[in-house]
């Protein structure tokens, strides 16, 4: 079945560092692909989305692409804020009617000023 | 985007009581999802609650346990039935679009701690 790995955590870094979250997929079809963010307290919040092969999400700062030959849809940030710290999920949907969306089991990111 | 307030947002229960969740969204929508986000943990659905049919329940998960309603467009409950320990978790609500290419919106959270 349909699934989604991403890396362990928690990631922690320095103010203004450079975010990698890594996220790969497993799926029979063509999913579309987004990344939530879950604050401290709050429930999970659309960050990003791309729902074709070579489309690029981006939000705040934050960037995907969705890389189909390497079943790949990594998180990138060029420089972190300390109110970037929260839990990311990776997550792909596919499908039409009954169509469910799979999550990955999510990373922390602590980031120190 | 729509806007999905839950109630309550947390609770502390004892065991072999039940709670019932409130969902509702400030639009009509087909789909209303209910997840569990045990702690530390990613979310894992529970059921899909359509308007005017039976919940559609995930494995490892029943009615008897967790029975949902639906009665319009816009709203929805779930009930934790004869809770125990292993109950404590978030429960989430949340809305899809009519499509894979939308992104599911989400309430807020129910924190549900049993004692």
């Known amino acids: 079945g349909d699934s989604v790995t991403q890396m362990e955590g928690p990631v922690t870094l320095s103010e203004e560092a450079f975010l990698t979250i890594n996220c790969t997929y497993t799926a029979t079809g063509y999913p579309s692909l987004f990344w939530y963010v879950q604050y401290p307290g709050e429930g999970l919040q659309l960050l990003l989305k791309?729902?074709?092969?070579?489309d690029k999400g981006s939000n705040k700062g934050f960037e995907a692409t969705y890389r189909k030959e390497t079943t790949s849809f990594h998180l990138e940030k060029g420089s972190v804020q300390v109110s970037d710290s929260a839990v990311y999920f990776c997550a792909l949907s596919e499908g039409t009617g009954g169509f469910k969306t799979i999550f990955g089991a999510g990373t922390r990111l602590f980031v120190k000023a | 985007s729509a806007v999905i307030s839950q109630k309550p947002s947390r609770d502390i229960c004892q065991r072999g009581t039940s709670l019932t969740i409130q969902c509702q969204v400030d639009?009509?929508?087909?789909?209303m999802f209910w997840y569990r986000q045990q702690p530390g943990q990613s979310l894992t659905l529970i059921a899909t609650a359509n308007q005017g049919s039976e919940a559609t329940y995930e494995s490892g998960f029943v009615i008897d346990k967790f029975p949902i309603s639906r009665p319009n467009l816009t709203f929805s409950t779930l009930t934790v039935s004869n809770m125990s320990p292993e109950d404590s978790s978030i429960y989430l609500c949340?809305?899809?679009?009519?499509?894979?290419?939308?992104?599911?919106?989400f309430g807020d959270g129910t924190r549900l701690s049993i004692l």
């Open positions: 949340s809305v899809g679009g009519v499509d894979s290419n939308q992104p599911q919106h």
């Open positions: 639009s009509q929508v087909t789909m």
């Open positions: 791309a729902t074709k092969a070579d």
